[in-house]
């Protein structure tokens, strides 16, 4: 069955520092992935798109790869602030229906000062 | 433009009873959807719409009911509340491939 898995539930890291939160999905071959972030208490938030002819995507201090002979996206927050503690989605449709997108658990962000 | 909007925010039901979770979108979107978030386990779809008349289930449909009587709105109705329906539910929409715009959330107790 087609399964989406992030890393860990939480990654505590130190202001200024990289974080890398990573997504794995098996049994797929999907068109493209999405990163959301999500805060306590609210909907989840649109941040990234990468489709599979894509190696990589940046925005501001966000960069996301795709490698689908991994079967793996690496979401990357560089210089990372407090501000980007939140929770973080990936999101992939599914094979059998492009119209289901179906996320993983996410992954819990503390920046500590 | 009001994005996604869900109502209620809150409810408390008892067993048994049945209520109708309401969303509706101002972007003309095609893709409409419904979410639970349950501690641990991530966004779950119910069930999801790709256009006005057409609707299909999610992971987890049972004990759910949608409809989509206009390109808009996309009610979720619970029939029977049960306990284990007890979650935060999440309303979606988007243009199809494309960027998944999210409602507030709604939190709902079943007792």
């Known amino acids: 069955s087609q399964k989406i898995e992030q890393n860990s539930e939480a990654l505590n890291i130190q202001e200024g520092k990289t974080a890398t939160l990573t997504c794995n999905y098996t049994?797929?071959?999907?068109?493209?992935l999405q990163w959301y972030r999500q805060d306590p208490g609210r909907g989840p938030v649109f941040l990234l798109l990468i489709r599979e002819n894509e190696k990589e995507k940046r925005k501001e201090r966000l960069k996301v790869t795709f490698d689908t002979t991994l079967k793996q996206s690496l979401f990357h927050i560089t210089a990372s602030q407090p501000a980007d503690s939140a929770t973080y989605l990936c999101a992939l449709p599914r094979a059998s229906s492009a119209s289901k997108i179906i996320f993983g658990s996410g992954t819990r962000l503390s920046i500590r000062p | 433009n009001a994005g996604v909007t869900q109502t209620p925010k809150f409810q408390v039901l008892k067993t048994g009873q049945s209520m109708t979770l309401q969303c509706a979108q101002d972007m003309n979107h095609e893709y409409m959807s419904w979410y639970r978030q349950d501690p641990g386990m991530g966004l779950r779809l119910i069930h999801y719409?790709?256009?006005?008349?057409?609707?299909d289930q999610g992971e987890v449909p049972n004990g759910y009911n949608v409809s989509r009587s206009t390109t808009e709105d996309f009610p979720l109705r619970l029939l029977s509340a049960a306990p284990s329906q007890t979650s935060v539910y999440f309303c979606?929409?988007?243009?199809?491939?494309?960027?998944?715009?999210f409602g507030e959330g709604s939190w709902l107790t079943v007792v």
């Open positions: 049994n797929y071959s999907p068109a493209y």
């Open positions: 719409s790709v256009g006005a008349g057409i609707t």
């Open positions: 979606a929409s988007s243009s199809g491939g494309n960027t998944i715009y």
